[in-house]
T-cell receptor, first 116, second 117 residues
Framework: EAQVTQNPRYLITVTGKKLTVTCSQNMNHEYMSWYRQDPGLGLRQIYYSMNVEVTDKGDVPEGYKVSRKEKRNFPLILESPSPNQTSLYFC???????????????FGPGTRLTVL | AQTVTQSQPEMSVQEAETVTLSCTYDTSESDYYLFWYKQPPSRQMILVIRQEAYKQQNATENRFSVNFQKAAKSFSLKISDSQLGDAAMYFCAYSTPNAGNNRKLIWGLGTSLAVNP
């Protein structure tokens, strides 16, 4: 089954304790992206990657890191989480088509993160 | 900067009736894509329907259809024969191919749809 998986689905942690949210897709997609969803602010892009070893900042990258060592994986790293990073996080992937042609983005199930 | 506005935070509809959700957007681009996503209580983000700006014909997917008014920058979603399973948060989203390598979606704040039996 074609899918994007995220782990963990739920996480409660404390300020300053490094954590990683994993994202994996089995569709051989080039493009992957992370969003956070907050009430009243909607979904905002954190980072994106158009292929292995190619990543770039989205709209709200502060406090986050990513890596893309393999095509299928795009982990989100919080080196020193703070309470303002409490949010619902989504990973998404899609084929990257030349010329700006858009293809559907597939979303993971979300990770609910609470930082105390 | 592009923005997406959903002016109806909450709506309700009777089962089997029709409901229309509103979305307006602001952009200076002529080439872009518009989407409606559904987020049920499971929080999974599900694509409902998409519209390419260069297409004049309104997109349709079974009971879901859109009214795309490019000049007015309006993109409403019509749900016909509403079912209990349609109850969810609905998001309007925008993307442009002119954002370089980024396929970022720009989102509205959502409309919470309740379906009454």
């Amino acid at each position: 089954e074609a899918q994007v998986t995220q782990n963990p689905r739920y996480l409660i942690t404390v300020t300053g304790k490094k954590l990683t949210v994993t994202c994996s897709q089995n569709m051989n997609h080039e493009y992957m992206s992370w969003y956070r969803q907050d009430p009243g602010l909607g979904l905002r892009q954190i980072y994106y990657s158009m292929n292995v070893e190619v990543t770039d900042k989205g709209d709200v990258p502060e406090g986050y890191k990513v890596s893309r060592k393999e095509k299928r994986n795009f982990p989100l790293i919080l080196e020193s989480p703070s309470p303002n990073q409490t949010s619902l996080y989504f990973c998404a992937s899609s084929p990257w088509l030349a010329g700006g042609v858009y293809n559907e983005q597939f979303f993971g199930p979300g990770t609910r993160l609470t930082v105390l | 900067a592009q923005t997406v506005t959903q002016s109806q935070p909450e709506m309700s509809v009777q089962e089997a009736e029709t409901v229309t959700l509103s979305c307006t957007y602001d952009t200076s681009e002529s080439d872009y894509y518009l989407f409606w996503y559904k987020q049920p209580p499971s929080r999974q983000m599900i694509l409902v329907i998409r519209q390419e700006a260069y297409k004049q014909q309104n997109a349709t997917e079974n009971r879901f259809s859109v009214n795309f008014q490019k000049a007015a920058k309006s993109f409403s979603l019509k749900i016909s024969d509403s079912q209990l399973g349609d109850a969810a948060m609905y998001f309007c989203a925008y993307s442009t191919p002119n954002a370089g390598n980024n396929r970022k979606l720009i989102w509205g704040l959502g409309t919470s749809l309740a379906v009454n039996p």
